[in-house]
């Protein structure tokens, strides 16, 4: 993180993500921030609030693709959820705390994934004498007797073993079919389905030690047993307690939480319907926004320095109609514009496994090799825009179903051409599209 200056962030962002350049500075800003507040003295560090971000602005601009970029650049635990699959306390759904014990589980995964890493040498040692065990009878090791021969015997059994090995290294017995005898412990999630995320964290808990853990034998050849035994002998490795004390320290001080959709929460509920849990899920996700202990069966989280990040179009709603205290939470807001003809063009171009770039890559395994004129790249993305502009403005999401209709005819014949070099030029894309251009009721219903 020391290395991770704004700029830098900010110019890794795009790589991947076209314009926005603002909503990209405030993720940056709001990053930093968080390692500046660590280079604190103790007794100040609680007192820095993270700065929360909404970003605002049409969907497929960029905002859910930035947050996730940016987890995966820090490689903090980062969860994305949707405002709209919480309701208030005392209707069916999923409670709004739910979302930190999604994020906690994320982050045991990845502290998990990091300490076998660690481990890995010392497990592949303890596998590789596990199958040799399997491989060399038991009998052979049993059956030394004390006697005279002892020494003798041991060197012999040695001897044999080293053999093994060197073949097992040398890939042999890849094929060869051993028992191993597997322990499968049952989850609530499992057994109850859906319900069990309606249980109480304690309750959870005390239900999943009631759990019988089942054993079986299975025979398998040596390259999928040595899955099953590194697993086993990591896990024997791991400090279990250590991996969650960890995952929760991370989830407190470098947690990030995409939350979208937050403008189909916002309103008063003043109007009569079904639609009853606006207001009150604004008012149970403000405890977490600002702070809160939240129970969970790996022990409590604090959500006072969780980064917040939540985004919604706003077509029908505003900020401003969000209740004033959840606001105050989010203190930065960024709107991102709109995409013009250019953006499409460099979206098109530009960034890390482009979808010109997918395209081709995926064409060329069936022997195809494709190539782009400057004037089909244009073309597609000035329909694009004005297909948008028209009806529905779905930003960069109108390329993929206008990439799909240039080559829905080339995906299915590619097998069997015969020529296997095409050039997509704007003659093409016109053609292929000129449905779409000319009639715009059409447009609606095929993009």
Known sequence: MQNLTPRNIVSELDRYIVGQGDAKRAVAVAIRNRWRRQQLPEDMRPDVWPKNIIMIGPTGVGKTEIARRLASLTGAPFIKVEATKYTEVGYHGRDVESMIRDLLDSAISMVRAEMTEEVKPRAEEHVEERLLDHLLPSGVA????????????????????????????????????????????????????????????????????????????????????????????????????????????RVEQTGIVFLDEIDKIAGTDKTNGPDVSRQGVQRDLLPIVEGSTVFTKYGPVKTDHILFIAAGAFHSSKPSDLMPELQGRFPIRVELQDLTKDDFVRILHEPKNALTTQQIELLKTEGLRVTFQEDAIDAMAQIAFDVNRRTQNIGARRLYTIMERVFEQISFDAPDLADKRITITAQYVRERLAEVVKDEDLSKFIL
Do not use: C, W
């Open 142 to 249: 049993t059956s030394v007797a004390t006697s005279e021969e002892d020494d003798e015997t041991k060197q012999r059994h040695q001897h044999t073993r080293d053999k093994l090995r060197e073949k097992l290294r040398a890939g042999e017995f890849e094929d060869r079919t051993i028992e191993l005898q597997i322990e499968e412990r049952s989850t609530v999630v499992g057994v109850l389905g859906n319900q069990a995320m309606e249980m109480d964290v304690e309750f959870q808990s005390m239900f999943e030690k009631m759990l019988p853990t089942r054993r079986e034998t299975r025979k398998l050849p040596i390259k999928d047993a040595r899955k099953v035994l590194f697993a086993q002998e990591a896990e024997k490795l791991i400090d279990r307690d250590k991996i969650h004390r960890t995952a929760i320290e």
